[in-house]
Structure formats: structure tokens, C-alpha cells
């Protein structure tokens, strides 16, 4: 007798399966005749293609199979989990018929970029935008570990909702901040000098009163991160999956009479990985 619970995780099994699109390419080949693909064993997809040679120099030039994808099998053969110059070996051997399925690969993360913003039908300006739309963006991962689609779509709203938000405000702030930045330094530093202690500009005032803004807006950023990876990881435990928060690394402007960038690393979002 199989319980309820176990119908329902077959059940959910079945649906993520069901949602990954595979992509199917028949070619004729003889033996020891280059296909004109290139393959890479990646630690979190598998067997990926890596390049396809283009038509008429390559026999798949023209099909569906595109770099990125995750190959599947050979004839009816899953191949999948081989190393990658094992299956070179087997594609240059086949006479014949040739199948070879694969599937999309969409990275193991829910990402947003915070310097970027839109506007609203409305005429509303929203500040940062999500790297995918939330009917692309369902990683490979979840797919495969059977996380249901209601679970992907509340973890991409909490990114969406509770990550970006703050993310796009310090952004903002950090690009205000170094245009003052540039006015300070000519008006103050380069110009004036700096003003004995006690006698501080309005304008130096500002400028302290941005930097220390800027702490608490990196702190709220560094907060909400934590608690969204936290509520996110008790979603995933069950499907073996946990979340770490998704760094991107760039550097500071250089402004006006500032003569070196420095290395940054900002958070944009979470990554997922399998819990072995």
C-alpha cells in the first residue's frame, strides 16, 4: 500500500520531470566522420555541449542541439554521467542513424542586477530588475530534484520582494555617493582645504552623513540576505538542496581626484546547490 505522502512526492517527481523540454537531433554519420561538437563534463550540469561547428562544416549545424545544453543520450543510450571524451569516442564510432537528445541548462541560481530599473506602465520607476523573467528562470537543479513549481515560485518572489529592494537602494546611493564624492574633493580638498576641527562644512557634513548612510544600507542588505537564504534553505532541505547567497564581484567608481577602484563584492541574489 503506498501512503499519501509517497503519492504525492511520485506525483511531484513526475511534474518537474514532465516540464523539462528536451530537444531531439537525428543525423547520418559514418564512421570516424567529425560531427562537429564539443563537449565538457561540468560539475554541477553534467555532460554539456560546449560548441557546435556550424553548416555545412558541422552535421548539427542546423538542428536544435545549442551550446549550453546538457546532452542526454545517443541513440536511446544515456550518457549523461560519462566523461566527455568517452562519448567523442562513441559519436566518431556510430555508423547510421544518429539521435542525440539534450535539454536546456539554466543555471543553478535566481539572480537580479540592482543598477538597472524600469518603468512601470503606470509611470512608476522601479530600481533593479531581476536577471530572468519568472517563467525562465527555473534553475535545471530544481527540476531535477523535484522542487515543485508553487515552491520555485515563492523563492523567486522572496528574492524579488525581500533581496532586491535594498540591494538597488544601496546602488543607488553608492552612485550618489561618488558623484558627491568628486564635488567634495574639488571644493574642499583641492580648493579650499580641509576646515579646522570643530568648523565643518555644510558640505563635509553631507558628505560623512552619505558615508555612514552607507553602512546601514549595507548592513540591511547583508541582513535581509541572511534571513531570505535561512526561510529559502528550510523550503529546500527536503529536496537535498541548500541556497548560499549569490555574489557578484565588480569595482568602485573612480571618481574626480580618486586615483585607484577597489574590488567589491555585492549580493544579487542566491545560488543552490546539491547537498551530497
Known amino acids: 500500500k503506498t501512503s499519501t505522502t509517497t503519492k504525492q512526492s511520485i506525483a511531484t517527481q513526475i511534474n518537474a520531470l514532465s516540464i523539462m523540454t528536451h530537444y531531439t537531433a537525428t543525423i547520418t554519420h559514418f564512421k570516424n566522420e567529425p560531427i562537429g561538437i564539443g563537449l565538457a563534463n561540468d560539475p554541477n550540469y553534467g555532460l554539456v555541449i560546449t560548441s557546435i561547428a556550424p553548416a555545412p562544416e558541422g552535421a548539427l549545424g542546423e538542428s536544435c542541439l545549442k551550446k549550453g545544453m546538457k546532452l ?35 543555471p543553478a541560481d535566481i539572480t537580479f542586477e540592482a543598477g538597472k530599473h524600469y518603468r512601470r506602465p503606470d509611470g512608476v520607476v522601479v530600481h533593479g530588475t531581476m536577471k530572468n523573467d519568472i517563467n525562465n528562470a527555473t534553475p535545471t537543479i530544481f527540476k531535477e530534484a523535484g522542487v515543485p513549481s508553487t515552491t520555485y515560485s515563492r523563492i523567486y518572489k522572496l528574492i524579488e520582494r525581500d533581496m532586491k529592494p535594498p540591494a538597488a537602494a544601496l546602488r543607488i ?81 573612480k571618481s574626480q581626484g580618486w586615483n585607484e577602484k577597489y574590488e567589491t563584492l555585492n549580493v544579487v541574489g542566491l545560488k543552490f546547490h546539491q547537498i551530497e
Open 72 to 106: 542526454l543520450t545517443i541513440n536511446n543510450i544515456d550518457v549523461s554521467g560519462l566523461p566527455s571524451k568517452e562519448v567523442v569516442k562513441i559519436l566518431k564510432d556510430v555508423e547510421g542513424k544518429l539521435v542525440l537528445s539534450a535539454q536546456n541548462v539554466v
Open 173 to 253: 546611493h553608492e552612485i550618489t555617493l561618488d558623484r558627491e564624492f568628486g564635488s567634495y574633493v574639488v571644493t574642499q580638498m583641492v580648493t579650499g582645504g580641509m576646515i579646522g576641527y570643530g568648523t565643518e562644512s555644510r558640505h563635509e557634513k553631507k558628505f560623512y552623513e552619505m558615508v555612514l548612510k552607507s553602512a546601514h544600507l549595507e548592513r540591511n542588505v547583508d541582513l535581509k540576505a541572511m534571513e531570505v537564504m535561512m526561510q529559502v534553505n528550510a523550503m529546500l532541505a527536503k529536496y537535498n538542496l541548500m541556497a548560499t547567497v549569490a555574489l557578484k564581484q565588480g569595482k568602485t567608481a
